[in-house]
């Protein structure tokens, strides 16, 4: 555990008693705070966990003041038992985890359904061999697209702009459309959108209400490039040592859990869209915000162009990154996701 780290969880009061944490308490540490649509999900599961006898002690990665991109180390040491991660984030520890989402390969829900599926297995085998954690649930926050604050028709007119990219997949693509990448964690997008840090950011529709980017960008293009998948890792040593009922209670209820993800990725994004784009449908009695950006439509060429980069371009740079570190990257991915999919990388 690094320097850095340790004087976070200290300062926190959590690195104490790591060592001793008994096989009934469960330290779940999330990116999920209480305005973000998943939190009811979220609050049900660690209920669940709770019925069936942890003791549950759950922490935020913004409140204890550590970075998303560590995720996949505050499991594996087991700090924490179980942890949120965004996948893209943490693959710069290992650029196999990426290939569960590049950008491009699959642009709805339903496509992206079948690759998480077919690279499930290979996805946990990686994990468990190179950091000793697994994914107990694997879901997305929904499909990504392209909040501005300067005016944009098309894709094309992403060029010469600074846009948010949280993937090296992503940054890939943008820097293909003639867009400068700017690497930005969620909570950092909000303040560099007002200040002209980046002139445009990627993520979810839900996300960008609840996170309120309209107040900072005019223009919404729902031009899909991936799901932001996401990952509740658990630390094997941890979840191998669990009783048999509690190792299969914890199964379920995270299985659960992912279910219920999904299905609120796949229905709630329009609701929130609509909001964000001042309709008429636009229901504010819940956690959506109305506002009033301008609904840029997508077109065929647009997601032609996207396609085109992503097989020439997204995929090959992919697969050189990754086979540096893991020789038979190509292979597996084109026999999971490429199979799933009907693509081959060659």
């Known amino acids: 555990m690094n320097r850095t780290i340790k004087i976070a969880l200290t300062a926190a009061g959590i690195l104490a008693g790591v060592q001793q944490a008994s096989a009934e308490n469960l330290r779940w540490l999330t990116q999920t705070q209480q305005g973000n649509a998943q939190f009811p999900l979220e609050a049900a599961a660690l209920e669940r966990a709770k019925a069936a006898g942890f003791t549950v002690d759950r922490s935020e990665f913004q409140v204890v003041g550590l970075n998303l991109a560590d995720a996949l180390r505050l499991a594996g040491a087991g700090t924490f038992q179980i942890v949120t991660a965004q996948v893209g984030s943490v ?176 229905t709630t994004n329009d609701k929130a869209l609509a909001c964000s784009t001042g309709a008429d449908s636009c229901d504010t009695s819940g956690i959506y915000t109305k506002y009033d950006m301008t609904l840029v439509p997508v077109s065929d060429a647009d997601k032609a162009l996207v396609k085109k980069i992503s097989m020439e371009k997204v995929l090959p740079e992919w697969v050189g990154r990754c086979s540096a570190s893991y020789p038979e990257c190509k292979d597996v991915w084109n026999a999971t996701i490429g199979k799933a999919r009907g693509i081959e990388i060659k």
């Open 91 to 266: 693959a710069k520890d290992d650029p196999f985890l990426e290939g569960i989402d590049l950008i491009g390969v699959s642009t709805d829900m339903g496509e992206l359904k079948g690759a998480v599926d077919a690279y499930r297995d290979a996805f946990n085998a990686r994990l468990g061999a190179r950091f000793g954690v697994k994914a107990l649930a694997i879901w997305p926050f929904g499909p990504q697209v392209f909040l501005c604050n300067e005016e944009i028709k098309s894709a094309a007119d992403l060029k010469g702009l600074k846009v948010r990219s949280f993937t090296a997949s992503m940054s890939t693509l943008l820097t293909e459309l003639g867009a400068t990448p700017v690497t930005l964690s969620f909570p950092e997008v909000y303040p560099a959108l007002q200040r002209g840090v980046a002139s445009c950011g990627v993520t979810s529709p839900t996300s960008s209400n609840t996170g309120k980017w309209p107040e900072v960008t005019k223009y919404l293009m729902p031009l899909s490039v991936s799901g932001s998948v996401q990952a509740h890792l658990v630390n094997l040593k941890w979840f191998e040592a669990l009783p048999a009922d509690k190792k299969a209670a914890l199964e379920a209820d995270m299985a659960q859990f992912e279910a219920d993800l999904w299905e609120l990725a796949t």
